[in-house]
């Protein structure tokens, strides 16, 4: 199993682009979420999914959509590009039942 | 709401010396306790987790967590760090929320190991 991957590892965006962040897990779990990592703040919930069709807002959603057509695929798309979304961006996945999250390696991004 | 603090943004410590990273949380339900370990440059790993039963709860690379619940911590320690140690741990807990467990994280501690 490759267990969660993330793609692209670095992205310089400038201010006004969009793009998407890919996520994506081989473990048929149910639940996926992005977090944001800044320093001194830890790790800060986007969005979260409980499953195909199903997302939800985490703690600090503004400038960011997800959407979650299969179990296994759940992207993260930024609109409008801010410097302030500058950040390393984890995506994480777990099983029903289970409380343990895998974290995938992470995305880079930085917004000029 | 919930809350977690990780009392140190950094600790440095001597190779083979004795570390602590402290850990505190508020919560008014009960909760599941995580360690996460980052090493330079990668993603998160789980090092260890209470659910529930024993209080002491061991890692296989030497890390013990104890949950106290009168006090409301759940603080990190090794008898002996090693360089590999160094990298930053993240204390979380987990709450029940409309069916998905929310992972609250801490700010952070980065535990530097000297030679």
């Known amino acids: 199993n490759a267990g969660v991957t993330q793609t692209p590892k670095f992205q310089v965006l400038k201010t006004g682009q969009s793009m998407t962040l890919q996520c994506a897990q081989d473990?048929?779990?149910?639940?996926m979420s992005w977090y944001r990592q800044d320093p001194g703040m830890g790790l800060r919930l986007i969005h979260y999914?409980?499953?195909?069709?199903?997302?939800d807002q985490g703690e600090v959603p503004n400038g960011y959509n997800v959407s979650r057509s299969t179990t296994e695929d759940f992207p993260l798309r930024l609109l409008s590009a801010a410097p302030s979304q500058t950040s390393v961006y984890f995506c994480?996945?777990?099983?029903?039942?289970?409380?343990?999250?895998?974290f995938g390696p992470g995305t880079r991004l930085t917004v000029l | 709401a919930q809350s977690v603090t990780q009392l140190d943004s950094q600790v440095p410590v001597f190779e083979e010396a004795p570390v602590e990273l402290r850990c505190n949380y508020s919560?008014?339900?009960?909760?599941?306790l995580f360690w996460y370990v980052q090493y330079p440059n990668q993603g998160l790993q789980l090092l260890l987790k209470?659910?529930?039963?024993?209080?002491l709860v061991e890692s296989i690379n030497g890390f013990e967590a104890e949950f106290n619940k009168s006090q409301t911590s759940f603080h990190l320690r090794k008898p002996s760090v090693h360089i590999s140690d160094t990298a930053e741990y993240f204390c979380?807990?987990?709450?029940?929320?409309?069916?998905?467990?929310?992972?609250?994280f801490g700010a952070g501690t980065r535990l530097a190991v000297h030679p």
């Open positions: 994480a996945s777990k099983g029903q039942g289970y409380n343990e999250q895998f």
């Open positions: 209470y659910l529930s039963g024993s209080t």
């Open positions: 999914s409980v499953g195909a069709g199903i997302t």
């Open positions: 473990m048929n779990h149910e639940y």
């Open positions: 979380a807990v987990s709450v029940p929320s409309g069916g998905y467990n929310k992972l609250i």
């Open positions: 919560s008014s339900v009960s909760v599941y």
